[in-house]
């Protein structure tokens, strides 16, 4: 083995390097966060070649003093920290006084900087074998400029792996946009090649906000976004939260924030998932800008080096919380705070196979019947405004005159006595093809699945009663037999009680034989011998109980897909009314339990387009 040597400061700085510069945006990155630690509002980046050739970065920060511009490219130098307690609660950007020294150990780099307005400066850079830094005084306004060329210029085989500049320019304004949407205070100029990509101004009010995000997510983003800001027991949750419907095929519109520094972390995505679940279609991806404040003690920032992974001392309190309030701003979406976004809406629409149309046998809604009256019918004061349970027979009544003030057949229109408050997704109009429901509301038009509405109706209340744990049974006047395998009856009577909890009472009568005496009154109508299947399968294929709470909700969607009513079902307009009005009340109601929307809206200014008027 040869002898133990002490490395050079060059070659331990180069070694250095690799952890914090991986490419052009890892240059970006450090050097923006010193210039945001320096307090500064302005921040102007030039780059050519995908920052290959020159990276330039002025900022209108704090500035160096003179006899400190040595120490800003010596390594493990730093005003951010002196001790344990300061690593402990570290409340800059960085920290660790290693990134102009490895940068400049694999590149030219020049830093030009100013600690007030008298324009008088001082330029280090560092040279030789031993990279000692040499200070000649330099013109400059307050604050600092860093110019970093020829990056790997001395380390050819890093600079190899290097990408094509457009890629590598790619890397390095998501990184600006990262900081951009992180730091609203801050003004933003890119530019690649001599050419403005970029101007941002700072952002100071909500509106402006707004727009700042806009410009960097996607005006069709902050359309189909919520804005929401919690706080409780010293964290606060805030920024904008994608609908679910606005849903991606990868996550690339996930930006999420701890005191002002952009993470990954395995905590805050399983949160995330975690509120989304319940109306997410499968293999889509939700979208947000979210920021976390918490005490910088109370999260550790120094578990790489890069510094993109962080570890919270409390992590189930910060998982729980950040589950709570988006699962809570999720389940509070309404019809009336949805956004008229039909395109967005229906991107995500296309269903085809047995999730789209499956048991179209079943006729049965569980609404109360009324006369037989088509659905294009209407005749005077009929009840078409008020919400139905399936037990209720009440309902408010409000008179509906017909369009032209005669008691022959004509089709629904508003009432006069409720034009001022024409609710959410408006009145029915029609059904089509038995799948869909039309309808007309102040804006224009609506499109409702029917079957997606009523299953996410019906699941929300399977739910609501399993937490209250009073679904209620109704016994069979004649018990059902069904036929099991051996290893599906032993799983029914293991978890005998988890199906008393759901509203079954199952009796075991053979080995490969078991008997259905009760059923939940909700479900009353559907296929129980199907839906007992499909709940033991799912039991099958989890495995022990303890399992069981994990895929509860999936269990009830599975109840609610078999009580909800199925495509080619006549409804009369009371129904499609009763639907309606229990959708603008119902938790999740914008999707089904599979993650589809319920209902797509149709401004008039839309259809204007489609028919070409006003050309």
Request: charged share 25%.
């Amino acid at each position: 083995m040869a002898n133990i040597n002490r490395l050079t400061p060059r070659l331990a700085n180069q070694i250095a390097a690799g952890e914090v510069v991986e490419r052009p945006a890892s240059v970006v990155k450090e050097l923006l966060e010193n210039s945001l630690d320096a307090g500064a509002t302005r921040l102007d980046i030039d780059v050519e070649e995908g920052g290959i050739k020159l990276i330039r970065i002025r900022d209108n920060g704090s500035g160096v003093e003179q006899d400190d511009l040595p120490l800003t490219i010596a390594r493990h130098a730093t005003s951010k920290i002196r001790d344990l307690d300061d690593l402990e609660g570290v409340a800059t950007l960085g920290f660790r006084g290693e990134a102009l020294a490895s940068i400049s150990s694999v590149s030219r780099l020049a830093l030009t900087s100013s600690p007030d307005g008298s324009g008088a400066g001082w330029k280090v850079q560092a040279e030789g074998r031993d990279m000692d830094a040499v200070i000649v005084p330099a013109a400059h306004n307050q604050g600092t400029t860093v110019e970093v060329r020829d990056l790997f210029f001395n380390t050819p085989a890093r600079r190899k792996f290097l990408r094509t500049d457009k890629t590598e320019f790619g890397h390095l304004e998501d990184v600006v946009k990262r900081l951009a949407l992180s730091h609203f205070g801050v003004g933003f100029t890119l530019r690649h090649n001599q050419k403005i990509v970029h101007t941002l101004k700072p952002a100071l009010d909500e509106m402006e906000q707004d727009r700042r995000v806009a410009t960097l997510c996607g005006t069709s983003f902050v359309e189909s976004a919520v804005r929401i800001d919690t706080q409780t027991q010293g964290l606060r949750l805030w920024g904008w939260l994608g609908l679910p419907t606005f849903s991606r095929s990868q996550a690339d519109l996930q930006h999420f924030f701890v005191n002002g520094r952009s993470v990954r972390d395995k905590v805050v995505n399983h949160a995330v998932r975690q509120a989304y679940q319940d109306v997410m279609y499968h293999g889509r991806f939700a979208a947000y800008v979210l920021y976390l404040e918490l005490d910088p003690k109370g999260v550790d920032v120094n578990v790489h080096p890069t510094k993109h992974e962080v570890r919270f001392r409390e992590s189930r309190q910060v998982h729980d919380f950040l589950f709570r309030t988006l699962h809570r701003a999720i389940a509070e979406l309404t019809p009336a705070d949805a956004k008229p976004q039909p395109l967005a809406l229906a991107s995500t629409a296309t269903i085809s196979g047995p999730e789209a149309g499956e048991f179209r046998e079943q006729t049965r809604l569980h609404l109360p019947q009324q006369a037989a009256t088509p659905s294009w019918q209407v005749r005077e004061n009929m009840q078409l405004y008020g919400r139905l349970h399936p037990a209720d027979s009440d309902v408010d009544a409000i008179p509906l005159q017909p369009a032209n003030g005669s008691s022959t057949a004509t089709n629904p229109v508003f009432p006069a006595e409720v034009e001022g408050e024409i609710p959410p997704l408006g009145f029915a109009l029609a059904q089509l093809h038995g799948i869909y429901i039309l309808a007309q509301n102040r804006d224009g038009l609506v499109l409702v699945d029917m079957h997606a509405a009523h299953e996410r109706i019906t699941y929300e209340r399977l739910k609501s009663s399993w937490d209250e744990a009073k679904i209620r049974s109704q016994p069979l006047l004649v018990p059902h037999s069904m036929a099991v395998s051996s290893r599906e009856a032993d799983f029914a009577e293991e978890h005998a009680d988890l199906f008393q909890r759901l509203g079954f009472e199952l009796e075991r009568m053979g080995p490969e034989t078991l008997l259905i005496r009760e059923v939940p009154i909700l479900l009353r109508n559907a296929n129980i011998e199907q839906l007992v299947r499909d709940v033991l399968a799912d039991i099958v294929a989890e495995g022990s109980s303890d399992r069981i709470d994990n895929v509860l909700n999936e269990l009830l969607a599975t109840m609610a897909c078999h009580g909800s009513v199925r495509a080619n079902r006549k409804l009369t307009v009371p129904e499609m009314n009763a639907l309606l009005r229990d959708m603008e009340i119902t938790e999740r109601s914008g999707q089904c339990n599979h993650g589809r929307p319920t209902w797509v809206p149709m401004s008039l200014a839309e259809l204007d387009k489609l028919f070409l008027r006003g050309r």
